[in-house]
């Protein structure tokens, strides 16, 4: 059983290869716990497409898996992973982040309140919002 | 200190108009007496993951980023009223000398008075930023923090399956990756008596800071 982790979605899959820093996904198990899309093109998600190289091709594809660790990686984006390969964090990508913060358009979430009641940001749309952190220590 | 910004604006043409979204990068335990102590009428949220610390670039508490009515940003994250003067602090006593105290209301007020002047007035305040002010201030793409981030959320996961050694492990490397977080670090911080992250590693950590601030100032 493998923990995969992307964004705020945590997914648990029951039937992966998991070893040395590879994680042998299928196309439903990424798109399931990544949102991404494995496809004939390559890796995409909205209009972005990231093909697998060719000459890793025989390395990073074996039968209906695909290594997403070494996809991801290849794709910029940072893959941390538990000593026994059983939990996986899939990161954003830095330059993506950085050019959504500077959108200007401030970045949608959601969050629980203590009752356990989600909010979202654009919950306040239509007023100006003070958006303040804090915390108990 | 934000319940009494709102209570100050009743009333006024800001009633309605603007609003306050507070949210803990905290354990939902930890956070909870403080609200239930300050019974805010705003909704306050617990990020016990971070995410918005990673989606925002938020780095410290209080921090603060100001959102007009159409979504768009014209304040970036900066420090929310705080200021260095806690560093003069007695060590033993955890008291403040006077003018340090004083200088602690200053940099309070004057940043309450530059968000109730935006409450009021919008992008007529001249505390609303430009989109070319506000982007120059933003924090430059940085790979080390999205994977800093990566190490943190396994670092949660870890602890969440008990596997307290192991997460440490990603606490440190997150932190080592990105060591201008205080939020980061004080995660996987050594606790004082009161549970606080503010014992002497804290202190350590605050004096290698030398002539570079704990709390940028907020450049109103």
Same mark, same amino acid.
């Given at each position: 059983?493998?923990?995969?982790?992307?964004?705020?979605?945590?997914?648990?899959?029951?039937?992966?290869?998991?070893?040395?820093?590879?994680?042998?996904?299928?196309?439903?198990?990424?798109?399931?716990?990544?949102?991404?899309?494995?496809?004939?093109?390559?890796?995409?998600?909205?209009?972005?497409?990231?093909?697998? +190289? +060719?000459?890793?091709?025989?390395?990073?594809?074996?039968?209906?898996?695909?290594?997403?660790?070494?996809?991801?990686?290849?794709?910029?984006?940072?893959?941390?992973?538990?000593?026994?390969?059983?939990?996986?964090?899939?990161?954003?990508?830095?330059?993506?982040?950085?050019?959504?913060?500077?959108?200007?358009?401030?970045?949608?979430?959601?969050? +629980?309140?203590?009752?356990?009641?989600?909010?979202?940001?654009?919950?306040?749309?239509?007023?100006?919002?003070?958006?303040?952190?804090?915390?108990?220590? | 200190?934000?319940?009494?910004?709102?209570?100050?604006?009743?009333?006024?043409?800001?009633?309605?108009?603007?609003?306050?979204?507070?949210?803990?990068? /905290?354990?939902?335990?930890? %956070?909870?007496?403080?609200? !239930?102590?300050?019974?805010?009428?705003?909704?306050?949220?617990?990020?016990?993951?971070?995410?918005?610390? /990673?989606?925002?670039?938020?780095?410290?508490?209080?921090?603060?980023?100001?959102?007009?009515?159409?979504?768009?940003?014209? @304040?970036?994250?900066? *420090?929310?009223?705080? *200021?260095?003067?806690?560093?003069?602090?007695?060590?033993?006593?955890?008291?403040?000398?006077? =003018?340090?105290?004083?200088?602690?209301?200053?940099? @309070? !007020?004057?940043?309450?008075?530059?968000?109730?002047?935006?409450?009021?007035?919008? *992008? %007529? =305040?001249?505390?609303?930023?430009?989109?070319?002010?506000?982007?120059?201030?933003?924090?430059?793409?940085?790979?080390?923090?999205?994977?800093?981030?990566?190490?943190?959320?396994?670092?949660?996961?870890?602890?969440?399956?008990?596997?307290?050694?192991?997460?440490? =492990?990603?606490?440190?490397?997150?932190?080592?990756?990105?060591?201008? *977080?205080?939020?980061?670090?004080? @995660?996987?911080?050594?606790?004082?008596?009161?549970?606080?992250?503010?014992?002497?590693?804290?202190?350590?950590?605050?004096?290698?800071?030398?002539? @570079?601030?704990?709390?940028?100032?907020?450049?109103?």
């Amino acid at each position: 059983m493998t923990t995969v982790i992307h964004e705020q979605h945590k997914t648990v899959l029951p039937d992966t290869c998991a070893r040395n820093g590879q994680l042998w996904l299928d196309r439903s198990q990424i798109l399931e716990a990544t949102g991404w899309d494995w496809k004939p093109e390559g890796l995409c998600k909205d209009e972005l497409c990231f093909p697998v +190289p +060719p000459a890793r091709r025989g390395e990073w594809v074996q039968g209906d898996r695909l290594d997403l660790a070494a996809q991801w990686q290849h794709m910029g984006r940072p893959v941390v992973h538990d000593a026994n390969d059983s939990a996986w964090v899939f990161g954003a990508d830095a330059q993506s982040r950085a050019q959504t913060l500077s959108s200007l358009q401030a970045p949608e979430f959601e969050l +629980p309140d203590l009752q356990g009641q989600l909010h979202r940001l654009s919950d306040t749309r239509g007023q100006r919002t003070l958006l303040v952190t804090w915390s108990s220590w | 200190m934000w319940q009494a910004l709102l209570d100050d604006l009743r009333g006024t043409p800001a009633e309605g108009r603007f609003t306050i979204v507070a949210v803990a990068l /905290d354990q939902a335990q930890a %956070a909870a007496p403080w609200v !239930e102590a300050g019974k805010p009428q705003y909704p306050c949220l617990i990020d016990a993951d971070h995410h918005l610390a /990673d989606l925002y670039g938020f780095v410290n508490v209080p921090q603060a980023v100001w959102i007009d009515e159409s979504g768009q940003i014209v @304040r970036p994250p900066e *420090s929310a009223g705080a *200021s260095d003067a806690f560093r003069l602090m007695d060590r033993e006593k955890f008291t403040l000398p006077q =003018s340090a105290l004083e200088a602690r209301v200053q940099t @309070r !007020e004057r940043y309450t008075a530059a968000v109730k002047d935006w409450a009021l007035n919008g *992008s %007529a =305040s001249r505390f609303a930023l430009t989109p070319e002010q506000v982007r120059a201030r933003l924090r430059p793409a940085d790979p080390r923090e999205v994977l800093a981030h990566a190490h943190f959320t396994l670092g949660l996961h870890l602890t969440e399956v008990g596997d307290a050694n192991q997460a440490a =492990s990603h606490f440190k490397q997150a932190s080592d990756l990105h060591p201008d *977080s205080w939020a980061i670090w004080r @995660r996987g911080a050594p606790k004082d008596a009161r549970g606080l992250a503010a014992g002497a590693a804290f202190w350590a950590r605050v004096d290698a800071l030398g002539d @570079r601030p704990y709390y940028p100032p907020a450049g109103l």
